[in-house]
């Protein structure tokens, strides 16, 4: 199951980035297929970051590599050891790639400052393979080769490539038919911006999200110093992030606070094991609109409003299940 750039609920809509000349350095970027872009650290990122609930020690395991891609790779020879500067964050939708790979960015900056400031690049691939045939080569080179290049003389610089299986197709699945051979140009561009950006600028780290791996190009991954699987929630984890949800409604419907010390809520957790993040904090807001009465004051809801929309939502999550299959 893939999701569309649509989706996506923590950019600014699938639009270009553009910023005002002049004035005070925000770290504004105004080119095609740049959808975001910021001096770090930020605030959104961190709290993006602290939302994930995952295990401790894979945060601790990205923020390690990402760290030692700044700290390690201009002083190693990159024939003895090659660190390329890609990290790459994989698994189903709504799992917290997106979010976790924003923190790290955030994370990152906040824990080596002291080489100075940190810029951070949001790529969307849909834009630049989206262009007209025989344009998505010109694209990528345009956006690595120029854009990018530009920044990370800048500084440091992160860059996240979300969605990148657009961006870096996998050329030995492609059938010619199916696939234009620009796609299969476009993934060569980008390999080989890649090698030459990691040689020329230490201080540049890309960050890679995917929800369909099988599609990303061997040889990109091959590239990665990490590949980490961000998978579907524990059901400790399903707790907590369901708990987490209902805490931010009740910082403005306090009522709601009393929620999780209700056995419903016990049972509403159990139900959202098998659910991905993003659809078991969802299933908060479906459960204010189960009736208008809720809607209209959400200071009404029960542990029992979310017990129901947590049945609810699991038994959608096996009806697309079994759709598919
Ligand atoms: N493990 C988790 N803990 C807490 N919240 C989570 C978790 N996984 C996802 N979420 C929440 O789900 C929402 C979507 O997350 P995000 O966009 O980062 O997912 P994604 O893996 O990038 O999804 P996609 O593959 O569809 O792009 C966010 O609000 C995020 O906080
Ligand atoms: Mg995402």
């Known amino acids: 199951m893939r999701k569309s750039s649509l989706d996506r609920e923590n950019g600014n809509g699938g639009r270009i980035a553009k910023f005002p000349l002049g004035g005070a350095d925000t770290g504004g970027v105004d080119a095609v297929g740049v959808l975001d872009s910021r001096i770090l650290p930020d605030?959104?990122?961190?709290?993006?970051?602290?939302a994930v609930i995952v295990e401790t020690s894979q945060k601790d395991r990205l923020?390690?590599?990402s760290i030692l891609n700044f700290t390690l790779r201009e002083k190693v020879n990159r024939a003895n050891l090659p660190l390329h500067g890609l990290i790459v964050l994989h698994g189903p939708p709504g799992t917290g790639k997106t979010s976790l790979a924003r923190g790290l960015a955030a994370r990152t900056a906040e824990a080596i400052g002291r080489l100075g400031q940190f810029r951070y690049i949001e790529v969307e691939?849909?834009?630049?393979?989206g262009?007209?045939?025989?344009?998505?080569q010109r694209a990528v080179r345009d956006l690595l080769g120029q854009?990018?290049?530009?920044q990370a003389e800048r500084g440091p610089l992160i860059v996240l490539l979300?969605?990148?299986?657009?961006?870096a197709a996998d050329r030995g699945r492609m059938s010619m038919d199916a696939n234009p051979i620009d796609v299969h140009r476009a993934t060569d561009a980008v390999l080989a911006q890649l090698d030459q950006l990691a040689a020329k600028y230490p201080h540049l780290l890309f960050i890679a999200t995917s929800n369909f791996t099988q599609a990303v190009d061997g040889a990109f991954l091959s590239r990665a110093d990490l590949?980490?699987?961000?998978g579907m929630p524990s059901p400790e984890a399903c707790r907590a992030i369901l708990q987490s949800a209902v805490e931010e409604l009740a910082r403005s419907f306090p009522a709601t606070a009393r929620i999780p010390l209700d056995a419903d809520f016990d049972r509403a957790a159990k139900q959202c094991v098998g659910l991905d993040g993003r659809r078991i904090r969802k299933l908060v807001i479906a459960a204010c609109a189960l009736n208008k009465q809720t809607a209209i004051d959400p200071n009404k809801l029960s542990a029992s409003d979310v017990l129901q929309a947590a049945k609810q939502a699991q038994a959608e999550s096996l009806s697309v299940m079994g759709e598919q299959s």
Do not use: C, R, Y
Not at 162 to 167: A, H, L, R, S
Not at 227 to 230: G, Q, V
């Open 43 to 50: 605030s959104e990122f961190i709290a993006q970051w602290d």
């Open 63 to 65: 923020l390690s590599q």
């Open 125 to 129: 691939p849909h834009a630049l393979t």
């Open 131 to 136: 262009a007209a045939l025989g344009k998505s």
């Open 147 to 150: 854009t990018v290049a530009e």
């Open 162 to 167: 979300d969605e990148v299986e657009t961006m």
């Open 227 to 230: 590949i980490e699987n961000i």
